[in-house]
């Protein structure tokens, strides 16, 4: 695998998946699986520069992080490996007290699969002077086969009239990364991503996670889940 020492930043599993309703039994990011609604899915997360996603610094050609085309595993890269359960909305989170996505390059890109292996486009996650906190990833499969994943975005309308947050590129709010814990600020500027899934499972069972998180876009789970783990945390 094109990270196989990569360091595992975080495996959060949001939703606990009972053994007698899980038919999954891949836990490999980088194997093929078919899955049914309710099945774990593991997929990860890679961290780096935006040219290292890249063959050959070919800007037309990105390639998962499985492909071993890639040198991920030997440059300055991380990787954080989720297993949500299909079909059901998950808030991932990734801690930036010890980890920030800047020194790695600033770009993400999320994965799974080898022989059918499908990858997201690059997001910007932070550089030295915004970060990107919250974001929204689809995961769609058609007869169980993860075909593809990409971010949505909703063209800063989460952040608008917010003082704190910039606009950038007219799709993300960021905060400024002076203002984060460990960066000379006091703002918890962990990642939240919420994740949906779309298209069918292996028994052509329709997965509409995602309808449910587009008709909920106008709350924040991130905003949600902070203010939960603040109350639990402040106790």
Partial sequence: ?????????????????AAATNTNSVYQPCADARIQRSDGFTFGIAFSS?????????QSLQLSPCDRRLSLSSSNSQLALFRPKVDEISLLTINTSSF?????????VAFAGRKYAARSPLAFVANSTYIVTSFTL???????????????????????GKSNFVCLNKQDCAIRTSSCKGRGGSVDCSLGI????????????????????????????????????????GQ
């Fill in 194 to 233: 919420q994740l949906a899934f779309s298209g069918t499972d292996k028994h052509l069972s329709v997965l509409n996670s995602w309808y449910e998180v587009e008709n909920l876009r106008q709350y924040s789970l991130y905003g949600l889940y902070s203010n939960l783990w603040d109350s639990l945390t």
């Fill in 1 to 17: 695998m094109a990270l196989e020492r990569a360091l595992w930043l975080l495996m959060l599993t949001v939703s606990v998946v």
């Fill in 138 to 160: 689809v995961l769609e499969f058609q007869k169980g086969r993860l075909q593809n994943l990409y971010w949505k975005r909703d063209g800063c309308s989460s952040c608008k």
């Fill in 50 to 58: 935006r040219d290292s996603f890249f063959y050959n610094q070919n």
């Fill in 100 to 108: 920030f996505p800047d020194t790695y390059g600033g770009y993400m």
